[in-house]
């Protein structure tokens, strides 16, 4: 006697920027096909008062906050006698956090003081060696110099001097999320990442190093206003807090007002602190008005301000990517007005640096490093 089966066919709505990774077909895992790269709806065959439990995976792209969107199960009977579907028009949200994959690896590396490794930039300071704070226990890598030996004998352990270049420092983050930010790349492995995208990154890498260094950290980001604003705190909680108020944030359609986020940051935030400002360099026009305000928030604060070029012009102007000689030539123009407005915004007073977003992370670690030193 022939059993009754059913046949059972679920299609689920998702984001645009998320691929279907894995998924169960007829209750085995199953790789999406190449020529259908949603995954195609998930089947199993439903025997009388059986039971079947239907997975699938995602692969998001893109960080922020994300809704799924109509799900439909469609049942199908023996000989196709019965057709019957039903949907379902719940929104369960997702929350995508940044990737942040480098941050072990520079926590540990700024942990043992190699900072060459993360490609940051050690200047000499007058004054010779910094003042001991503590000994921890040797991490392979460590200089051999700083082996306490005394130390050693007595915990039958290596162990290591730890330095401090100076406690209860003030480090606020100022993240641009306006049109300018954008851009996003077009290949690679973070395929769809925006200017925004690289610039959350390497603030929350640079925001872990110091807040394990003992420093105050707050955050926020600006385009024609400020917001969403977290003031400086100290500790491991202060970063769980910066990771959730701004991991959401994405760039918006605004002009952003860098005159106006310091003057607002300025009333909201009094004690001196080092600021860096993560943003672009406006366009010509606009660059008079930019210097004027990094040159008043001087006064106050030591400013630094990062600025995140656009790689695909890099690679025109540099030849590195086939272009007509007219498009070429209009990435010669756009990198030499880039030049000049960086060493214009260099003469606010403000220290200026110029990266590409993907590399941003070691010079704004230099940079902090650096800034962290002169406050002594």
């Known amino acids: 006697k022939e059993r009754c089966t059913s046949s059972l066919e679920v299609y689920e709505e998702f984001p645009e920027s998320f691929e279907v990774a894995a998924r169960s077909a007829y209750g085995v895992?199953?790789?999406?096909?190449?020529?259908?790269?949603?995954?195609?709806?998930?089947?199993?065959?439903?025997?009388?008062?059986?039971?079947?439990?239907?997975?699938?995976?995602?692969?998001?792209?893109?960080?922020?906050?994300?809704?799924?969107?109509?799900?439909?199960?469609?049942?199908?009977?023996?000989?196709?006698?019965?057709?019957?579907?039903?949907?379902?028009?719940?929104?369960?949200?997702?929350?995508?956090?940044?990737?942040?994959?480098?941050?072990?690896?520079?926590?540990?590396?700024?942990?043992?003081?190699?900072?060459?490794?993360?490609?940051?930039r050690l200047l000499?300071?007058?004054?010779?060696?910094?003042?001991?704070?503590?000994?921890?226990e040797y991490v392979?890598?460590?200089?051999?110099?700083?082996?306490?030996?005394?130390?050693?004998?007595?915990?039958?352990?290596?162990?290591?001097?730890?330095?401090?270049?100076?406690?209860?420092?003030?480090?606020?983050?100022?993240?641009?999320?306006?049109?300018?930010?954008?851009?996003?790349?077009?290949?690679?492995?973070?395929r769809g990442w925006s200017k925004l995208d690289w610039a959350l990154d390497a603030a929350f890498e640079l925001a872990a190093v110091a807040l394990s260094k003992?420093?105050?950290?707050?955050?926020?980001?600006?385009d024609a206003?400020?917001?969403?604003?977290?003031?400086?705190?100290?500790?491991?909680?202060?970063?769980?807090?910066?990771?959730?108020?701004?991991?959401?944030v994405q760039p918006s359609e605004r002009e952003s007002d860098l005159a106006r986020a310091l003057r607002e940051l300025a009333a909201r935030h009094r004690r001196r602190a080092t600021v860096i400002v993560i943003s672009d360099v406006a366009d010509p026009l606009s660059v008079a008005p930019q210097k004027q305000a990094l040159q008043a928030a001087s006064r106050r604060h030591r400013i630094v301000f990062a600025a995140l070029d656009d790689p695909l012009v890099r690679e025109v102007a540099g030849g590195e990517a086939a272009a007509r000689p007219a498009v070429r030539a209009a990435a010669l123009e756009l990198v030499e007005d880039r030049r000049r407005s960086l060493a214009t915004l260099a003469s606010s007073g403000a220290r200026v640096l110029d990266a590409l977003p993907a590399d941003a992370a070691a010079p704004l670690l230099s940079a902090w490093l650096s800034e962290r030193r002169r406050a002594r």
């Not at 259908?36 to 960080?63: F, I």
């Not at 000499?124 to 921890?136: A, D, K, V």
């Not at 460590?142 to 004998?153: E, G, L, M, S, Y």
């Open 124 to 136: 000499r300071q007058r004054g010779g060696e910094t003042e001991f704070e503590s000994l921890r």
């Open 29 to 120: 895992s199953a790789t999406p096909r190449p020529e259908d790269p949603t995954g195609g709806p998930d089947r199993a065959k439903l025997d009388a008062g059986s039971e079947v439990v239907l997975t699938r995976s995602y692969r998001p792209s893109l960080r922020g906050l994300f809704s799924f969107g109509r799900l439909r199960v469609r049942v199908r009977s023996s000989w196709n006698l019965m057709l019957r579907q039903s949907v379902w028009e719940s929104e369960p949200t997702v929350a995508v956090e940044p990737a942040l994959a480098n941050l072990h690896r520079t926590l540990r590396l700024a942990a043992s003081d190699r900072w060459r490794d993360l490609g940051v």
């Open 214 to 222: 003992g420093d105050r950290v707050g955050a926020a980001c600006f």
């Open 140 to 190: 392979q890598g460590d200089d051999i110099r700083r082996v306490d030996w005394k130390a050693f004998a007595r915990r039958a352990k290596p162990m290591v001097r730890q330095y401090q270049v100076e406690r209860g420092q003030e480090l606020f983050l100022l993240v641009d999320c306006g049109r300018r930010m954008r851009a996003t790349a077009e290949e690679g492995e973070r």
């Open 225 to 248: 206003r400020l917001s969403p604003f977290v003031g400086a705190a100290k500790g491991e909680r202060q970063f769980t807090r910066l990771s959730q108020v701004l991991f959401p």
